[in-house]
């Protein structure tokens, strides 16, 4: 994957200098992103700004984090630390005004991992019906979708939506969607069949219940890994002067139960149900959004009760602007103080012999102030207090540290 990814932005590359000869600031056109107040969180995927070359057919974009952090556990610290945890490049094209392709590819830790995150084809049958077929974002909660580093306040993505759920979650697969506006509202829909979860879920080096092990199955981009579809739904709803309020599922059968017509294990299933919200106070600004997750699996009896059947976690971010217009020479700049609360239980559940309840959770508290001298750049430093409890319920170790960080769209 990562040659292909290589030779295609060469070819790119060398197809825009034979085209162009030298390539003319005047025929650069950014396309800016769209404000509009009735646009849903399902609409983030073409909600970027994209550079267009001339009448080239194809529009690019990106964006970039590289961040800072000194953090400590019970008084231990490894002391600095600098990464690039990802460059993210978008390619779109317009085949036809009811026909769009988008693809957004990731290259992770200085480039050890290069990703097609998403890589599908949309065509617009009616405003209440559009096929996408393609890799694509399964919209179970609101990060998953809406996840581009430039939006958000904090270094860190939410330990829910990484460590609960596998972040940037994408599979190959088919869907419909579409959207419906009367007024101040505006309604919309998803719904996918695509490849999915794996038994790496409950066989993993973290010895629990652990739904991102299923992202290392780079196979799921080929095939299924037992023959059965993972469906993806959401509706959500969103009101111009209010916000919106999303409500989303996401499950099917796990495990590899029959290989060849002989049956191994009985069919084992998973199901997660989100609701995700977002909201601007009016007058003074502040702007909310979260979401909260539920995990159900069927664990096999044999399993240990280290492996949760029920998980649950989620996070909720507050960001107040204090002053905002011309600052240090940038016209439509912000500074902010921002909040961010967060929790996840991965083990929900209580000890069959005694009745005590299971540990293995975490909760994590990460006040910051950030700085954006534009919509599309953000400067941000973190302050991230977390406590981590094993499964026997012993005393948290308590992690803390000193995040900063800048991501920026280009």
């Known amino acids: 994957m990562r040659n292909c990814s290589w030779i295609l932005l060469t070819m790119a590359y060398l197809f825009s200098i034979e085209t162009n000869g030298q390539i003319d600031s005047t025929l650069l056109k950014r396309t800016p992103v769209d404000t509009a107040k009735n646009l849903l969180n399902m609409d983030a995927v073409y909600n970027r700004p994209f550079l267009q070359v001339g009448k080239l057919p194809v529009s690019v974009g990106g964006y970039i984090e590289a961040d800072y952090g000194y953090m400590g556990e019970d008084g231990i610290t490894d002391g600095h630390s600098f990464r690039v945890p990802r460059m993210t490049l978008f390619v779109a ?130 095939e299924s890994s037992n023959g059965e579809p993972l469906f993806t739904g959401k509706i959500a709803l969103r009101h111009n002067e209010v916000g919106e309020i999303g409500l989303s599922y996401m499950g099917g059968i796990y495990n590899t139960h029959e290989v060849d017509g002989l049956t191994l294990d009985d069919a084992r299933r998973l199901n997660i149900y989100a609701i995700d919200f977002n909201a601007t106070v009016p007058g003074i600004k502040t702007f909310f959004v979260g979401e909260w997750v539920w995990v159900n699996i069927d664990v096999p009896a044999t399993f240990s009760q280290q492996f949760g059947d029920r998980q649950r976690g989620g996070f909720v971010d507050l960001v107040q602007p204090l002053l905002t217009g011309k600052i240090l020479g940038f016209d439509k700049a912000s500074f902010n103080v921002a909040m961010r609360l967060e929790y996840v239980d991965w083990n929900d559940g209580t000890f069959r012999e005694t009745g005590e309840n299971i540990g293995d959770d975490i909760w994590a508290v990460v006040p910051g102030m950030s700085f954006r001298p534009t919509a599309q750049t953000v400067i941000r430093l973190n302050y991230r207090l977390m406590g981590q409890t094993d499964i026997l319920g012993n005393p948290p170790a308590k992690i803390s540290g000193i995040q900063f960080g800048v991501s920026s769209y280009f």
């Not at 200085?110 to 890799?135: K, M, Q, T, W, Y």
């Not at 809406?146 to 306040?153: A, C, L, R, S, T």
């Not at 697969?173 to 996918?192: I, M, P, S």
């Open 93 to 222: 094209s317009s085949i036809h005004r009811k026909i769009k392709f988008l693809s957004e590819i990731e290259f992770e830790e200085g480039g050890e991992e290069v990703a097609i995150e998403f890589a599908a084809l949309d065509i617009s049958l009616h405003p209440l019906l559009n096929l996408r077929g393609g890799i694509v974002m399964n919209p179970i909660g609101a990060f998953n979708q809406n996840h581009d580093g430039p939006k958000w306040e904090f270094v860190d993505r939410p330990i829910a939506a990484t460590e609960m759920l596998p972040a940037t979650w994408s599979n190959v697969g088919f869907g419909l969607y579409g959207k419906y506006y009367v007024k101040e509202w505006a309604f919309g829909y998803e719904a996918y069949l695509t490849n999915g979860f794996n038994d790496a879920i409950i066989n993993n080096g973290e010895n629990r219940t652990f739904l991102p092990a299923s992202k290392e199955n780079k196979e799921r981009f080929e």
